[in-house]
């Protein structure tokens, strides 16, 4: 993809949807990354299905800790991986409350020793919670950066230091959500909706799907 197009293929995501928010549902820092915690393997759906059971019985770090490990798991039960993602979300409650007196830290090194918490959940947090330019590369990202050649990496990390150095700076902070939400509505990944792809003009993608019959 040419720089010039670059500018135009964020410009058209952002005409179309000009303040992009997460599918996840939350109302606090420590609620973000409590859901993006459990989101691993999971659909936003599914996450929030469990955590509009938890969050209104405990929704802070001493909340989590007092509810116990067994009416955790029992509240996630429904998302995969629902007991490891459990341990990890109260061993992450114990050490904000001893190292960061029950707050999110706003760094990523901070973030990414909590257990459970990845570089790309380090990235979520601090994107939305923090409005830092971060680059979060899921399997939407990964696809949708490779397919349109905006940023091409055999891995995560080489496709977020890529989408890094392309995006313009106008549009780095709101670029991930943009990007995750075509690729999970648009440029699918067994069949791309080529036929109504408002950035299909500036897409290096060759095999382009025609519209259904």
Known sequence: MKPQDIESFFATLKA????????????????????????????????????????????????????????????????????????????????LIERHGGEVPRTREALEALPG??????????????????MAVDTHIFRVSNRTGLARGKNPLAVEKALERRVPAAYAVD?????????????????PRCWACAVAPFCDFKDKTPAPP
Do not use: M
């Open 16 to 95: 179309a949807n000009p303040h992009p928010v997460t599918e996840l549902e939350y109302t606090s820092v420590f609620e973000l990354l409590a859901a993006v915690l459990l989101s691993a393997q999971a659909t936003d759906v599914s996450v929030n299905k469990a955590t509009r059971k938890l969050f209104p019985i405990a929704n802070t770090p001493q909340a989590l800790l007092d509810l116990g490990l067994e009416r955790v798991e029992r509240a996630i039960q429904t998302i995969g991986l629902y007991r490891t993602k459990a341990r990890n979300l109260l061993e992450t409650c114990r050490i």
């Open 117 to 134: 918490v990845g570089r790309k959940t380090a990235n979520v947090v601090l994107n939305v919670a923090f409005g830092q330019p971060t």
């Open 175 to 191: 670029s991930h959500h943009w990007l995750i939400l075509h690729g999970r509505y648009v440029c699918q990944a067994r069949k």
